[in-house]
T-cell receptor
Framework: KQEVTQIPAALSVPEGENLVLNCSFT??????LQWFRQDPGKGLTSLLL?????REQTSGRLNASLDKSSGRSTLYIAASQPGDSATYLC???????????FGTGTSLTVIP | GAVVSQHPSWVICKSGTSVKIECRSL??????MFWYRQFPKQSLMLMAT?????????EQGVEKDKFLINHASLTLSTLTVTSAHPEDSSFYIC?????????????FGPGTRLLVL
């Protein structure tokens, strides 16, 4: 069964802390992986896309890494801010097809 | 980068009415579009795959007569929820690929929240 798992389900940190969100997947042959942000009651925003040939991608305070062999990706957020509070989802096409499998997300709360 | 838009972003309707959600690829031609839905506390799940000019392929458990998908052009796919009921309330998101290559990047729309009263 193809699956994407995110741990922890929820995380609360004080403002200014650096943090890491984890994502694991069951298919080591994925060709890319995406991290998204979802705000309560709002839509999905794509944060970072990592192709299988890349090991990491950076955008501002965000850095995503990809280790296909171990089936893991991490999203690193530096110097967290209250505005970073949201649910973070990772997703990847598993099993060789185009269907994306999403994790259930990590709900992040950054406390001022 | 490629952009996918959805309209509306939010819709509230009465039980028994039909609702149409549009998914557009703004700066590329999408031969294939995908529709996902998300129920509370659950991950997004694929509902159907639509290819331009042909019938959609539905995932197991998705009622094709209830969720009508039309992909009439290379930049537009629509999802119509017919005779909507409160249990259809969900977050619906579409994505698109050009279909011109293998292992393409998939671009996601922002999603549409549907609330059926």
């Amino acid at each position: 069964k193809q699956e994407v798992t995110q741990i922890p389900a929820a995380l609360s940190v004080p403002e200014g802390e650096n943090l890491v969100l984890n994502c694991s997947f069951t298919d080591s042959a994925i060709y890319n992986l995406q991290w998204f942000r979802q705000d309560p009651g709002k839509g999905l925003t794509s944060l970072l896309l990592i192709q299988s040939s890349q090991r990491e991608q950076t955008s501002g305070r965000l850095n995503a890494s990809l280790d296909k062999s171990s089936g893991r990706s991490t999203l690193y957020i530096a110097a967290s801010q209250p505005g970073d509070s949201a649910t973070y989802l990772c997703a990847a096409p598993l099993g060789g097809g185009n269907q994306f499998y999403f994790g259930t997300g990590t709900s992040l709360t950054v406390i001022p | 980068g490629a952009v996918v838009s959805q309209h509306p972003s939010w819709v509230i309707c009465k039980s028994g009415t039909s609702v149409k959600i549009e998914c557009r690829s703004l700066d590329f031609q999408a031969t294939t579009m995908f529709w996902y839905r998300q129920f509370p506390k659950q991950s997004l799940m694929l509902m159907a795959t639509s290819n331009e000019g042909s019938k959609a392929t539905y995932e197991q458990g998705v009622e094709k007569d209830k969720f009508l998908i039309n992909h009439a052009s290379l930049t537009l796919s629509t999802l119509t929820v017919t005779s909507a009921h409160p249990e259809d309330s969900s977050f619906y998101i579409c994505s698109a690929i050009t279909g011109l290559g293998f292992k393409e990047t998939q671009y996601f729309g922002p999603g549409t929240r549907l609330l059926v009263l």
